[in-house]
């Protein structure tokens, strides 16, 4: 089918059996959602007592907790209904977690 509508077998095409098409570049995200908002914090306090020095802190990441997806299926398979998997998910923004730090200099 894709070569009757190029006329052509794209590059690395097969003359027969299935051929992978790119059709989505994720360098420039046509598809993709327009914007994606990731909120981190980071809470620190330096405690200084009798020449020593201690660092605590706490790390909060993805705040609001989002799961937008980061990469998607770029190719289009053409025996599937709809293109298969075209255009899905394949990893999404990583889950909410926090990290607590201790740093203690002498």
Same mark, same amino acid.
């Given at each position: !089918? &894709?070569?009757?509508?190029?006329?052509?077998? $794209? $590059?690395?095409?097969?003359?027969?059996? @299935?051929? $992978? %098409?790119?059709?989505?570049?994720?360098?420039?995200?046509?598809?993709?959602?327009?914007?994606?908002?990731? &909120? /981190? !914090? *980071?809470?620190?306090?330096?405690?200084? =007592?009798?020449?020593? *020095?201690? /660092? &605590?802190? %706490? /790390?909060?990441?993805?705040?609001?907790?989002?799961?937008? #997806? &980061?990469?998607?299926?770029?190719?289009? /398979?053409?025996?599937?209904?709809?293109?298969? @998997?075209?255009?899905? $998910?394949? @990893?999404?923004? #990583?889950?909410? =977690? %926090?990290?607590?730090?201790?740093? =203690?200099? =002498?």
């Amino acid at each position: !089918m &894709v070569q009757s509508i190029l006329g052509r077998l $794209p $590059p690395g095409g097969l003359a027969n059996g @299935t051929t $992978p %098409v790119l059709i989505l570049d994720n360098g420039t995200k046509a598809f993709a959602n327009s914007r994606r908002t990731q &909120v /981190d !914090m *980071r809470f620190a306090k330096i405690l200084r =007592f009798s020449g020593r *020095r201690a /660092d &605590v802190g %706490v /790390d909060l990441q993805n705040l609001l907790n989002t799961n937008y #997806g &980061v990469t998607y299926e770029s190719q289009y /398979d053409y025996s599937a209904a709809n293109g298969g @998997t075209w255009n899905n $998910p394949i @990893t999404i923004l #990583g889950p909410r =977690f %926090v990290r607590l730090n201790l740093t =203690f200099n =002498f």
